[in-house]
């Protein structure tokens, strides 16, 4: 199965709401990276975690320390121009740097 | 910032043929990647690099030659093009950590 499990595969907001976006892992992970995918098809890096959480203006990133079997990325007061596809991305660690992406979340915002 | 840009940013080409997408990084980052991108899908690894004249295979080779002739510079060669190889390409480069990626290259194979 895969390796990176994200989760839902599809979301429609609201202006003003706020989500969830989780990345399950089926084995411990080294870090993780979440990215946004705009319509031309441009990949924005969002966060990179090693541990621990990471938080710019509306979007909030965790990694969790303990086991590094998920991740979740937070998203609060929507608006229009979050619309695109979330990706996670893992790394297993070891030294070839590797990164695993899921299938991504694609996200709708709605005014 | 990272900066790693890709030539061309969009090619298309027959069944058959042969084609060379390039990438160049200039932060010194050791490692360089190549990915593909379908819908329905993630990115995908095909190759990568630890340095200059070293190439590793990642998870979808076939089909795929890559070569990286300076640490700036990771080339990804399709000798024989075919349509399942139609997809959008990305270039990454890191230092072993966060991977910084290129704009993208759209490739159709007619």
């Not at chain 1, 890096?45 to 979740?72: I, V």
């Not at chain 2, 076939?62 to 390409?89: C, H, I, M, N, V």
Request: a positive charge; one cysteine or more.
């Amino acid at each position: 199965g895969d390796q990176v499990e994200q989760s839902p595969s599809a979301l429609s907001l609201h202006e003003g709401t706020d989500s969830a976006l989780r990345c399950n892992f089926t084995t411990t992970m080294r870090s993780v990276q979440w990215f946004r995918q705009n319509s031309r098809g441009s990949l924005i890096s969002l966060f990179y975690l090693a541990s621990g959480t990471k938080e710019n203006g509306r979007l909030k990133s965790a990694f969790d320390s303990k086991e590094r079997r998920y991740s979740t990325l937070h998203i609060r007061d929507a608006q229009l121009e979050d619309s695109g596809t979330y990706f996670c991305a893992a790394e297993a660690g070891g030294s070839n740097a590797k990164l695993t992406f899921g299938k991504g979340t694609k996200l709708s915002v709605k005014s | 910032e990272a900066a790693v840009t890709q030539s061309p940013r969009n090619k298309v080409t027959v069944t058959g043929g042969n084609v060379t997408l390039s990438c160049r990084q200039t932060n010194s980052h050791n490692y360089m990647y190549w990915y593909r991108q379908d819908t329905g899908h993630g990115l995908r690894l095909i190759h990568y690099s630890y340095g200059a004249g070293n190439l590793q295979i990642g998870d979808v080779p076939d089909g795929y030659k890559a070569t990286r002739t300076t640490q700036e510079d990771f080339f990804l060669l399709l000798e024989l093009a075919s349509p399942s190889q139609t997809s959008l390409y990305f270039c990454a480069s890191s230092d072993r950590d966060e991977q910084y990626f290129g704009p993208g290259t759209r490739l159709t194979v007619l």
